[in-house]
């Protein structure tokens, strides 16, 4: 591939799943305001439960099926992998506009599940990503993928906050409004046909797996027959626990009245937070780690981020503390900022020390790590936030310095893939 259609190809991964992420950043902030109205009749302890698990739905999803839509697009390809996702994602929406037509809990539950199935083939973008670029271009090209989740993250709140979808005191009263869904239904099957008329194979002949098998770990065992790999796999856990966390009580942090040690947010400056955080993320990824990525390794790069998210979670401790909001906006930068140098750094590392046949089905495995630190991580969080405001992003904190000496010792440990034959 020519390096102008290697351009072209990256530039097409990154609108398709920014345009899918667009939608899914419209339709997460809503979940827990439509589940709680059609949970209205429910215990206190049981609407809690019950829209935790709705949220963790999706994560479990991904949990499950990365690895096999991975180890999928190893055999048949990238790209049909990634339009079935994203049809998938299309009627997920729009089964969403549905159940909140319906007022249907029961297809609300179904939507989300469905959406974190077509979700989980993010790793087959990611496959993707490294099929079209060099050892040296790769942390940047995985930086694409975190960028489009940026902008996602901060431009579908946004659509919700400032637009006809605000949310208000009033909404959550009212009968449910199926036009979020619908709206993100029409982004996804967008997504959908510009990587039908547009989207070439990345997957070059004669490189896919030859396994009959979906989903038998081997994947796993492929990840962990690399020691440095492993590694890199458990590194990302922790990263991403911590991050969950941080992220799952930040909304009930600013909600919480200023007598009870909250922020007293109202769900619109809710949504503006987290578009806030998206815009950071972008940055973050799209600018910084895209410019760095030339002059410092990945291992650098990783462990520099680990060091900056440990300072952003006592900085997010400390503005809980004395319920500063100035404290917090600059902690939020600061722990964002760190995030986003270690996740694309991590991915980079991972692929590039994986055998390029088996590489979709490892990095599912990376992600489906990641998945079940998002499904672990917010029940920690907010256990711990019953306890303590801060304990959540103490905890964090103290798991940074684990995190930051696994990728130590997996820079010194292992190197890149190179082929027997070679």
């Known amino acids: 591939m020519s390096e102008a259609n290697r351009k072209t190809a990256l530039g097409i991964v990154f609108l398709t799943v920014f345009i899918d992420l667009l939608g899914f950043g419209l339709v997460l902030p809503l979940l827990p305001i ?21 949220m963790a739905s999706f994560s479990a999803m991904q949990f499950v ?167 890199l796999v458990a590194t990302f856990f922790v990263f991403v626990f911590g991050f969950a966390c941080f992220e799952s009580t930040l909304s009930v942090l600013l909600d919480r009245e200023t007598s009870a040690g909250g922020f007293d947010f109202r769900p619109r400056g809710i949504l503006l937070m987290f578009a806030y955080i998206g815009l950071t993320l972008t940055f973050a990824q799209g600018f910084l780690v895209r410019r760095l990525s030339k002059r410092w390794p990945e291992t650098s790069l990783a462990m520099a981020g680990g060091c900056v998210s440990l300072v952003g979670f006592v900085l997010l401790a400390a503005a809980s503390h004395v319920h500063s909001f100035p404290l917090l906006m600059v902690a939020l930068f600061v722990e964002v900022t760190g995030f986003a140098f270690v996740t694309p750094s991590v991915q980079s590392l991972i692929s590039r020390r994986s055998d390029p046949a088996k590489q979709g089905g490892i990095l599912g495995v990376a992600q489906s790590a990641g998945s079940l630190a998002r499904i672990v991580g917010p029940l920690v969080g907010n256990t711990l936030f019953e306890v303590s405001s801060t304990l959540p992003f103490w905890s964090a904190a103290v798991l940074m310095a684990p995190a930051i000496a696994m990728i130590v010792a997996a820079s010194r440990s292992g190197k890149d893939f190179t082929s027997p034959n070679e």
């Open 65 to 231: 099926f990365a690895p096999l839509w991975g180890r999928l697009s190893d055999r048949i390809g990238r790209r049909p992998v990634l339009m079935v996702g994203l049809a998938g994602s299309t009627f997920a929406y729009f089964l969403f506009a549905v159940a909140a037509w319906e007022e249907s809990l029961l297809l609300l539950f179904i939507s989300r599940i469905g959406a974190g199935i077509a979700g989980a083939t993010i790793p087959t973008a990611q496959a993707y990503i490294a099929d079209v670029t060099d050892f040296e271009n790769r942390a940047r090209g995985m930086a694409l993928i975190g960028a489009a989740f940026g902008l996602g993250f901060t431009f579908g709140p946004l659509v919700g906050a400032l637009g006809f979808l605000a949310v208000d005191e009033q909404f959550a009263a009212t009968t449910l409004n199926p036009w979020p869904g619908y709206l993100a239904c029409l982004l996804s099957g967008s997504a959908l046909l510009v990587a039908f008329f547009k989207l070439p194979e990345s997957l070059r002949p004669g490189s896919a797996s030859a396994t009959r098998h979906a989903f038998d770990f081997a994947a796993l065992r492929d990840a962990l027959a690399v020691p440095s790999v492993g590694l």
């Open 34 to 54: 439509y589940a709680k109205v059609l949970m209205a009749e429910f215990s206190p302890a049981a609407r809690g439960a019950s829209i935790g698990a709705l």
